[in-house]
């Protein structure tokens, strides 16, 4: 297998991140991965918890060159990390939280000392590409999550080509700020991984609140990189606050309305770039989403469609994987996408996904935010009735209910329509329907059929 580098050698004498204003040098970070995996313990599996994003980054260079495999769930509960033991009992926990209390055996992120000796020398590690770097996780239908193997060859060819599609391979030195942890999938290539592997530098420190997203791109030099979601930015939208300029916007884990991606330029004065993918394939396509609906396949990668099934293949693509959405591919580099399989929605034979209902939601003026709901069990007259949690707390249920019907067709109004102060959203943005189920669950035992739905 050919080798390839732990960061480019583009980095040398330049900054790979930055923490409270201050930067931190490519040979810096040599230095800390070197110290650290002279500490870290025997076990072969890392599961990384370190949540400022520097040391992150050094915890996984550490493990690569002590070949020690990283695991990342994709929740950090007590239940979860007993699961992570259960799949690797050796495993220990890389943590940065000094009053963490799990059961594992952990290290916490030493004190390494950062004043510029590390730039003294420049030797980048060199990875083997079929070398196994990380376990990313999705949630089995059994309840045990399932585990997909991530290579440092399939990796650092996913990452490069994001980096050439964003054109952040320029010779600049983008500073990436993320607001999605970089235990997530799309946190680790588009914050972590694609760092190491464009020469460019990341915000240490962690950004999920407006505020914190601003005075994160005000601490940094441009060109600068905003890596979010749509409720992120959202949300920093509607905050009051005077938005700083950002050179890029890319976003991810839940799709993008043209009118949402415009706005979103608009107030960010950059243009904003949307990610396709999956844990299962890493990220595979990206769009202008205020400019078209097309997705453009990232470089060497190939659709096919096998009994109504999409399959993709090629580039950084390890083996055919089948994907859960409803693909319609326009010539070999792009494609359409009509929502998920699992979202699909089948109401006295018409069709609709649940992705395009919440699309229409949020395109609703004083929509804060808000999501569709489908229980799984039928209501009395035999139909399944869908429900719609909503946070806009400037409309009344009769104003909403209109300019839904003004969207969609009738069999698709929500019954009931339930407003709500906030929707119980995850680090990345996203509403498992575990969480939905909950909320649903809990409002019927409330019992208010009346107050507050319709």
């Known amino acids: 297998m050919p080798m390839l580098p732990l960061i480019t050698h583009e980095h040398a004498n330049s900054v790979i991140a930055w923490r409270d204003g201050m930067p931190i040098g490519a040979g810096q970070f040599l230095s800390d991965v070197a110290a650290l995996s002279r500490m870290l313990p025997a076990g072969a599996h890392m599961l990384n918890a370190c949540s400022d994003r520097y040391r992150f980054m050094v915890g996984l260079g550490a493990a690569l060159v002590s070949k020690k495999i990283s695991l990342l769930p994709s929740t950090q509960t007590p239940e979860m990390m007993r699961q992570m033991v259960r799949f ?185 770039l949307e990610i396709y993918g999956s844990t299962e394939t890493g990220q595979i396509a990206m769009r202008n989403s205020a400019r078209t609906e097309a997705w453009q396949l990232f470089s060497g990668l190939r659709l096919a469609d096998k009994d109504g099934v999409t399959w993709v293949s090629g580039g950084h693509i390890e083996q055919p994987t089948s994907m859960n959405d409803v693909i319609e591919i326009v010539d070999d580099q792009h494609f359409l996408l009509h929502g998920r399989m699992a979202d699909l929605v089948n109401i006295a034979g018409k069709r609709n996904s649940l992705a395009y209902l919440n699309l229409q939601l949020h395109a ?72 939905l189920t909950a909320l649903a669950q809990a409002q019927a035992a409330r019992g208010r059929a009346g107050a507050g739905t319709t």
């Not at 946070?391 to 209109?402: D, F, K």
């Not at 969609?408 to 407003?419: A, Q, Y």
Request: hydrophobic residues 45%.
């Open 88 to 272: 690797a009992p050796d495993v220990f926990r890389l943590t940065d939280a000094k009053d963490s209390v799990i059961e594992m055996p952990q290290l916490l992120f030493p004190d390494l000392a950062q004043d510029g000796s590390g730039d003294a020398g420049f030797v980048v590690p060199q990875i083997d590409s079929g070398q196994p770097v990380a376990y990313v996780f999705t949630s089995g239908s059994t309840g045990t999550p399932t585990p997909h193997r991530k290579t440092w060859g399939a990796l650092v060819s996913n990452v490069r080509a994001e980096a050439q599609l964003c054109k952040i391979d320029d010779g600049r030195r983008h500073v990436v700020i993320g607001t999605v942890p970089p235990q997530h999938m799309y946190g680790f290539e588009s914050t972590v991984l694609i760092v190491m592997q464009s020469a460019n530098a990341m915000f240490a420190g962690q950004s999920f609140y407006p505020a914190d997203i601003c005075s994160a791109i005000r601490s940094v030099p441009q060109p600068r990189m905003l890596v979010s979601t749509p409720v992120h930015m959202k949300s920093l939208l509607h905050a009051g606050l005077e938005i700083p300029s950002a050179d890029l916007l890319v976003s991810a884990t839940a799709p993008l309305s043209a009118a949402l991606a415009g706005a979103l330029e608009a107030g960010f004065a950059a243009p904003l």
């Open 364 to 435: 609703i003026p004083g929509v804060l935010d808000g999501a569709y709901y489908m229980p799984d069990e039928l209501v009395t007259d035999g139909v399944t009735r869908l429900t719609a949690f909503v946070v806009a707390p400037q409309l009344t249920a009769a104003s909403l209910m209109a300019a839904l019907r003004e969207r969609m067709d009738p069999l698709f109004l929500p019954r009931p329509l339930v407003f709500v102060d906030a929707l119980p959203r995850n680090t990345t943005g996203k509403l498992p329907r575990e969480a």
